[in-house]
């Protein structure tokens, strides 16, 4: 029988310790990096979670902070010495409020607000924990799937508006002529941002939003009447292969990145047929590959995503590929400032 003393060391990198010391010294920076983001971030969503972050979008005294939080006066110093540190906040003269950055990532108006960010980071860190512990697919109830939603789409807006009239409608001439030309379809919508800042740039725009997720489909539902256009998008729940209406859309968009693989090959199906001869369809590369520098975040969002049994990193040019094995003709691979889209037909 084997004991702990027949066991064989482990090979370690050069037997010199003051080599040993600098590689563990390393390591340990490292840890305590990653250690000190996350208690910088339970603090900021425990702050969020307490309305901070809704009480500092105006500018307030200390005395009026101290009120609010309930902390003792030293206990608010170190708390708001460490948002300061952080550029959460900005204090002066006696008086205290979010940075100018965090201000506007808090505030109704953001594309993706700082809400939908610590929302989305705390179903990631579970997720990634349960990837390690169980050997199954990872869960994604109706409540995770709705912080997906929001911190992939956005909520549509004012900004969204300025972005899409200014930067991507301009890159994208296809987008617009479609619309002018006939219904819309918007494929996986999740919160249906693009297609209700869309629907805003375009008076005449008619669209259908599928969304396979109840939840989800009553935020957006939620959405478009806050729009005001719920007479223009019809937003249906329901499986996108199962739609069967031929030849009616002029486009649409199709949200690849969250078709699982024994999917796809349907939706493309139900996409040709539901377009018009010549009728456009767009297809996001939503996750390119990433220089080392983002390589870390990238992996950790690519164990998650197979957690749940859909593709990643797919390219563009592997998702012309699918589209032309679908039966689409490719007329480009667009690159914006959104990234590369890939604009494919319908043959006439």
């Known amino acids: 029988m084997s004991t702990l003393d027949d066991a064989v060391p482990v090979a370690t990198t050069g037997s010199d310790p003051m080599e040993r010391l600098a590689l563990s010294r390393a390591a340990r920076d490292q840890v305590e990096t990653w250690a000190n983001g996350a208690q910088a971030l339970a603090l900021l969503t425990s702050l969020r979670d307490r309305g901070w972050t809704q009480f500092l979008l105006e500018r307030r005294e200390l005395a009026a902070l101290a009120d609010f939080s309930g902390l003792p006066p030293d206990r608010l110093t170190d708390v708001l010495a460490v948002l300061e540190a952080h550029g959460i906040v900005e204090q002066l003269d006696g008086h205290v409020q979010l940075s100018a950055s965090f201000e506007a990532l808090a505030a109704a108006d953001a594309w993706i607000g700082l809400d939908d960010l610590l929302d989305r980071s705390e179903l990631m860190?579970?997720?990634?924990?349960?990837?390690?512990?169980?050997?199954?697919?990872?869960?994604?109830?109706?409540?995770?799937?709705?912080?997906?939603?929001?911190?992939?789409?956005g909520a549509a807006g004012a900004v969204t508006k300025a972005l899409y009239e200014q930067i991507f409608v301009p890159q994208l001439p296809e987008l617009s002529a479609a619309i002018k030309a006939g219904p819309w379809l918007d494929a996986g919508c999740g919160v249906a941002c693009a297609t209700l800042t869309l629907a805003s740039l375009y008076p005449e725009m008619e669209a259908v939003a599928i969304e396979l997720v109840p939840t989800v489909a009553a935020e957006t539902v939620r959405r478009a009447e806050a729009f005001g256009v719920t007479d223009r998008i019809d937003i249906r729940v329901m499986d996108a292969r199962e739609l069967d209406e031929a030849d009616r859309f002029s486009g649409a968009f199709w949200a690849q990145p969250f078709f699982p693989e024994q999917t796809r090959a349907e939706?493309?199906?139900?996409?040709?047929?539901?377009?018009q001869p010549g009728g456009v369809l767009l297809m996001q590369e939503m996750e390119p590959e990433p220089d080392e520098a983002d390589r870390p975040a990238y992996s950790l969002r690519k164990l998650v995503a197979?957690?749940?049994?859909?593709?990643?990193?797919?390219?563009?040019?592997?998702?012309?590929?699918?589209?032309?094995?679908?039966?689409?003709?490719?007329?480009?691979?667009?690159?914006?400032?959104?990234?590369?889209?890939?604009?494919?037909?319908?043959?006439?």
Not at 139 to 152: I, S
Not at 309 to 317: C, E, Q, Y
């Open 125 to 153: 860190t579970r997720l990634t924990r349960t990837a390690a512990e169980e050997p199954g697919p990872l869960p994604l109830t109706e409540p995770d799937a709705l912080v997906v939603a929001r911190a992939a789409g």
């Open 306 to 348: 197979h957690g749940w049994g859909v593709p990643f990193g797919r390219t563009a040019k592997q998702l012309a590929d699918e589209a032309k094995t679908a039966g689409f003709e490719i007329e480009r691979l667009a690159r914006t400032d959104f990234g590369r889209l890939v604009i494919a037909r319908r043959p006439v």
């Open 267 to 275: 939706t493309l199906a139900m996409l040709l047929r539901v377009l």
